[in-house]
Structures are given as structure tokens and as C-alpha cells.
């Protein structure tokens, strides 16, 4: 069955670190977005892509990146860890023209002390 | 900027009882309108989507209301069970330019919890 999984499912990891969170999907799906829920706050788009070597910054993009190099994957990283950016992050993947229907993955619990 | 603005941020329903949740947005150029249901501890999964075209959608025990002149659209559970305990987020879907690509406008959710 196809599906989209991230690793890891929890991170701790100190200020100033970088860190990469990884999302992959078989469902050769042409969008992935990345966003970070936050109590109060709701899914918070970071930065999606349409396809491969395209991306696009969302809401609260900054002090994140990614790279779109094949159709599975959309990596986040973060430059350089803050506290701000504890949060739950979540990976997710639709077909063209379809992305009101998103397919999103368990999550990855991240803390930045 | 809020575009797509939900009520109530919780929500406690007795066994049995009927869950309504509402959202309202402001903007003309949404072409979908998505509801996703989220378990603790796991990511949104697509509960129910209706078209601006559409009065009324109903999936089993859950329907969507869609109101395009007040621009507002809800959910309702009805004989709501302790497994729909969950946070419901609305969403509106747009087209971003001439192409297919589209982006959702989230509410922020609603914490529901139905007692037994």
C-alpha cells in the first residue's frame, strides 16, 4: 500500500543545530507540503512544492529550507535550531490538481532546547 | 491574515448528541471545501469535501451545510460516539494561478470531545 512516512518521530536537538526532517512518500504524488502544529495555532504551512526542483515558501518559512531533487522526497531542514520551532511537524503529499485532498504523514515531535 | 475562521476552538457533546462546528471565510475563489479529522497523536486525514456548487453533502453519520451567500459552511455529527473524539479542521482549497496548482486555507480546529 502506498503511504508517506517521516523520520524521525521525535528529535531533541540544541540550539543552533541543524537538523533535517525527512518525509518520503510512495503514492507518486506531484505535491508535498510541510507544515508545524502548534497548540492555538492550527497547521501552519512552512514551504511546499509542485514537483521536482520546485519550492515554494509558505507562511512561516523562515529559518527553514527545502530541496525537491526527486518525486518521494521533501527533506526540512533547519538551519540553525531555535525554541521557537519546537513543535510537531507534519509532512504531507497530493495529486495534481486534486490538494484539497492531502495525505499526511504520522508527524515528527521536535524539541530544540 | 485569517481567511478561513472557526468555531468553536472546543466542543464537549454528550453521547449520542449532535456535533456542529463552523467555519466562515472571505475570500470568493475557493473551489473546494475540505473537512479533516485528526487523532491524538497522528496526522489530519480527509474526512469529508464539498463544492460550492452543493447545498448539502452527507457521509454517514457526518454532513456538511454550505452556505456560499453567507459564505460559512459547518459540520455536523450526528449521534456523535466517543471514537469521533478528535480535532476537526476546515479548509478552503484555491487554485494559486491558471495551472493546477492549489493550496489549502486552514481554520485553526476544534477540539471535540464526546463524553460516554
Known amino acids: 500500500d502506498a503511504e508517506i512516512t517521516q523520520s524521525p518521530r521525535h528529535k531533541i536537538t540544541e540550539t543552533g543545530r541543524q537538523v533535517t526532517l525527512a518525509c518520503h512518500q510512495t503514492w507518486n504524488h506531484n505535491n508535498m507540503f510541510w507544515y508545524r502544529q502548534d497548540l492555538g495555532h492550527g497547521l501552519r504551512l512552512i514551504h511546499y512544492s509542485y514537483g521536482v526542483q520546485d519550492t515554494n515558501k509558505g507562511e512561516v518559512s523562515d529559518g527553514y529550507s527545502v530541496s525537491r531533487s526527486n518525486t518521494e522526497d521533501l527533506p526540512l531542514t533547519l538551519e540553525s535550531a531555535a525554541s521557537s520551532q519546537t513543535s510537531v511537524y507534519f509532512c504531507?503529499?497530493?495529486?495534481?490538481?486534486?490538494?484539497?485532498?492531502?495525505?499526511f504523514g504520522p508527524g515528527t515531535r521536535l524539541t530544540v532546547t | 491574515q485569517q481567511q478561513v475562521k472557526q468555531s468553536p476552538q472546543s466542543l464537549i457533546v454528550q453521547k449520542g448528541g449532535i456535533s456542529i462546528i463552523n467555519c466562515a471565510y472571505e475570500n470568493t475563489a475557493f473551489d473546494y471545501f475540505p473537512w479533516y479529522q485528526q487523532f491524538p497523536g497522528k496526522g489530519p486525514a480527509l474526512l469529508i469535501a464539498i463544492r460550492p456548487d452543493v447545498s448539502e453533502k452527507k457521509e454517514g453519520r457526518f454532513t456538511i451545510s454550505f452556505n456560499k451567500s453567507a459564505k460559512q459552511f459547518s459540520l455536523h455529527i450526528m449521534d456523535s460516539q466517543p471514537g469521533d473524539s478528535a480535532t476537526y479542521f476546515c479548509?478552503?482549497?484555491?487554485?494559486?494561478?491558471?495551472?493546477?496548482?492549489?493550496?489549502?486555507?486552514w481554520g485553526l480546529g476544534t477540539s471535540l470531545a464526546v463524553n460516554p
Open positions: 479548509a478552503a482549497d484555491r487554485t494559486l494561478n491558471a495551472g493546477n496548482n492549489r493550496k489549502l486555507i
Open positions: 504531507a503529499s497530493s495529486e495534481s490538481g486534486a490538494s484539497y485532498e492531502q495525505y
